[in-house]
């Protein structure tokens, strides 16, 4: 697998895309006859891709995390496809959540947590100790196991962070809330009810509230932490479905412990294990090749234990 | 059959263990509650008699044996609202800092938590004594409302710092990783989310430190005075209702039953405070999700 250089592009989201220059390395895993392209794009051009062949939306670069002197996983690297939904699995405590937790630097309100390495987002290095995170985190949204939606009313869930990013039209506002709503499936379950608190809503629901707050903020990827992992299966499928439908227009990374899940909605999969003190990535690629045709002994012995 | 004996004791214990620890159960919290009643019903009987609208709106007469007690009220009221405005904002404050920007193990933050728990044991004797220096002699404001409201609120401070951290602390993490993965910086996530969601813990807090100033007489006695005039201004000497029940039952004969009246009243302003509290808590717990 070769490292590829990412750019900002975004095929669901062409008219927002400002670059100078944009190098695009296709993933040689993906496509064996590598193509370079070098397109010059001028600031006010709209790019125009007909490229089926995903380009990298994150490249992390030996991507290690420690809490105090413990390794939580060590020597990362791995390229994230834009658009694509990558799944991330592999048994408890072998980092995965970490690794999130590292993409949208959540991990900085951590005690004692220190991140070494490299995380590129596009041109961005997202480790840089003056970057701001509040822009960054705009653009990379994280949904949690647990549902966690503010105890605010159902609408004000999405319009306080719009506001806090300076949407303040009431109008603009209550059209980003519907066609949120719209785009989770919740709007024809609670449009008669924005005002009631979110709290009161169920499990999945909240899940996809929270979804819906992430989207609203238009990010460029999602994080999601075991989304569907509290929710009980008919919830889950919802929810399943959902991150399915984001596929193309975001750039998904989703860590979950249910292995059928992950082979229905996964482009690519990434498996950690716990090796030598630490988390490590032990095989990467796409979802047919990981289930069909694993490349190392523990991924094949992972899958089949799974399968009984 | 010497097993079966031997079962038959065993259950015998656990049953007798079983009523001691239910006796012990529930004798405990009815004595407590008996106490309570016994003082409020004592309060109650001495007091009520005395009570009246003129009791409660005229000056007092005769060094506080007749008349009513409306300065005082007065006074009280004052020396709380000084106290309270300077101790929420500065508690408030120090809480948030304590909670959301210092670490548990953070040497400093140890340090004033340490100060705070041995501030909160001194004795109301000492912080009258220090009220009186500072506020009454070094910096000048005399025996007045503001030197005894300072004071109280020097007392109080510790008691509403540490609730309110309790009650921000209790806000679950959720809340603060949920808003920092929307790029919801910490001043907006402390103003909109915390705060509100701590109000419970802020109002615990509140009620606390209200009982402990209003029941305050010690720390009176030397910062407020207890000139028994209607106060003109926050630097005027004022008399609170603590301090005038303890001048009416140990200098005064003959004021016992006035004493039983501003009692009353003491007791009664103290439920409606907590009763406005709860209230509050519970509008706010209802509400709080409709706001805009």
């Known amino acids: ?308 | 059959m010497n097993q079966q004996q031997k079962t038959n004791n065993k259950k015998q214990t656990t049953n007798n263990k079983q009523l001691i620890t239910t006796s012990l159960v529930w004798s405990v919290p009815l004595i407590i509650t008996a106490i309570f009643f016994w003082i409020l019903g004592d309060i109650i009987w001495h007091g009520i008699g005395q009570i009246s609208w003129e009791f409660l709106t005229t000056a007092t007469k005769d060094a506080g044996r007749s008349g009513g007690i409306a300065p005082i009220i007065v006074s009280t009221v004052l020396i709380l609202a000084v106290c309270l405005t300077v101790s929420i904002p500065l508690g408030v404050g120090t809480a948030i800092l304590l909670a959301e920007f210092t670490r548990e193990e953070n040497w400093f933050g140890r340090l004033v938590r340490r100060s705070l728990d041995v501030l909160a044991g001194v004795p109301s004797i000492v912080f009258g004594l220090f009220g009186n220096a500072l506020f009454v002699r070094i910096l000048g404001f005399k025996y007045s409302i503001l030197s005894g409201g300072l004071t109280l609120a020097c007392m109080v401070l510790p008691i509403l710092i540490r609730s309110a951290e309790e009650g921000l602390r209790a806000v679950p993490n959720d809340y603060r990783f949920g808003a920092a993965c929307l790029g919801i910086c910490r001043t907006s996530t402390l103003w909109h989310l915390l705060l509100p969601a701590a109000v419970p813990g802020l109002l615990v807090g509140l009620v606390l430190g209200v009982g402990r100033a209003i029941a305050e007489t010690a720390a009176l006695l030397f910062t407020s005075g207890y000139v028994d005039h209607l106060p003109t201004s926050l630097l005027d000497s004022g008399r609170s209702l603590s301090i005038h029940i303890f001048d009416l039952s140990m200098n005064i004969s003959g004021g016992d039953p006035n004493a039983y009246g501003s009692a009353l009243v003491l007791i009664m302003l103290l439920l409606i405070i907590n009763g406005m509290a709860a209230w509050i808590t519970h509008r706010w717990l209802e509400n709080r999700i409709l706001y805009r």
């Open chain 1, 1 to 308: 697998m070769t490292l590829s250089k990412g750019d900002f592009d975004d095929p669901g989201d062409l008219d927002q895309i400002f670059l100078d220059l944009v190098e695009i390395e296709n993933n040689q895993m993906s496509n064996p006859q590598t193509t370079n392209n070098k397109q010059q794009i001028t600031n006010n051009q709209q790019q125009i891709t007909n490229n089926k062949q995903p380009t990298t939306k994150i490249q992390t670069e030996k991507l290690s995390l420690y809490y105090r002197a413990k390794p939580a996983f060590e020597d990362v690297t791995m390229s994230i496809a834009t658009g694509c939904i990558t799944a991330l699995v592999g048994p408890s405590g072998c980092g995965k959540s970490s690794f999130l937790s590292c993409l949208n630097r959540l991990k900085d309100l951590m005690p004692h947590a220190r991140v070494e390495g490299s995380i590129k987002l596009g041109d961005l290095e997202v480790l840089d100790p003056k970057l701001d995170v509040i822009a960054l985190r705009r653009r990379v949204g994280m949904i949690f196991q647990k549902p966690n939606p503010f105890p605010l009313s159902i609408w004000k869930n999405i319009a306080f962070p719009l506001r806090e990013h300076g949407i303040k039209n009431r109008e603009e506002i209550d059209s980003i809330v519907e066609t949120t709503l719209q785009d989770v499936g919740l709007w024809d379950e609670v449009k008669d009810r924005l005002k009631d608190s979110a709290l009161a809503l169920s499990g999945g629901q909240q899940q996809r509230l929270c979804i819906a707050r992430a989207l609203a903020l238009q990010p460029e990827a999602l994080l999601m932490d075991e989304p569907c992992s509290a929710l009980d299966p008919i919830s889950s499928s919802i929810v399943e479905d959902l991150i399915l439908s984001l596929r193309e227009k975001y750039t998904v990374l989703i860590v979950t412990h249910n292995l059928a899940q992950a082979k229905r909605i996964a482009d690519y999969v990434a498996l950690f294990w716990f090796q030598s003190g630490s988390g490590k990535l032990i095989e990467f690629g796409s979802g047919k090749q990981v289930f069909e045709s694993p490349q190392h002994s523990l991924t094949e012995a992972y899958i089949n234990g799974i399968r009984g």
